[in-house]
C-alpha cells in the first residue's frame, strides 16, 4: 500500500478554479492506479476521476467531466486533480485512492485513501 497525502481544497466562488495535490509515499506509486473521490454530507463516497499507472488513461463521473483534469507525475509521486468551473455541488470532502491494479476506471480499484481536504464552492 501507498501513504497519501491530500492538499488544495478550500474556500472559493462558483466559477472558480482550485487544484489539489496528493502527495504519495512507497517506491511502488507507479504501479498504482489513482483516483479522486468526493464525498459530501450526508451522502456517499463518490467516484470523481482515475488515471491509469502511466497517466495515458484517465476517466471521470459524467457530473464532472469537460471541468476536472487528472494527472499524475510518477517521478515525484504526485497526482493532482486541476478543477475549474467550480460549482456549489461540487462542495465535498475531496479523497486521492490509490490500487495495486491498472484498473482506475473500476471505483473498486482503490484500496489506500488519504485523509481528505475540503472543498467549498459558495453560489
Known amino acids: 500500500q501507498v501513504q497519501l497525502v491530500e492538499s488544495g481544497g478550500g474556500l472559493v466562488q462558483a466559477g472558480d478554479s482550485l487544484r489539489l495535490s496528493c502527495a504519495a509515499s512507497?517506491?511502488?506509486?507507479?504501479?498504482?492506479?489513482m483516483g479522486w473521490f468526493r464525498q459530501a454530507p450526508g451522502t456517499e463516497r463518490d467516484f470523481v476521476s482515475g488515471?491509469?499507472?502511466?497517466?495515458?488513461?484517465?476517466y471521470y463521473a459524467d457530473s464532472v467531466k469537460g471541468r476536472f483534469t487528472i494527472s499524475r507525475d510518477n517521478a515525484k509521486n504526485m497526482v493532482y486533480l486541476q478543477m475549474n468551473s467550480l460549482k456549489p455541488e461540487d462542495t465535498a470532502v475531496y479523497y486521492c485512492?490509490?490500487?495495486?491494479?491498472?484498473?482506475?476506471?473500476?471505483?473498486?480499484?482503490?484500496?489506500?485513501w488519504g485523509q481528505g481536504t475540503q472543498v467549498t464552492v459558495s453560489s
Open positions: 485512492a490509490a490500487g495495486p491494479s491498472n484498473s482506475p476506471s473500476n471505483p473498486h480499484t482503490f484500496n489506500s
Open positions: 512507497g517506491r511502488t506509486f507507479s504501479r498504482h492506479a
Open positions: 488515471i491509469s499507472w502511466s497517466g495515458r488513461s484517465t
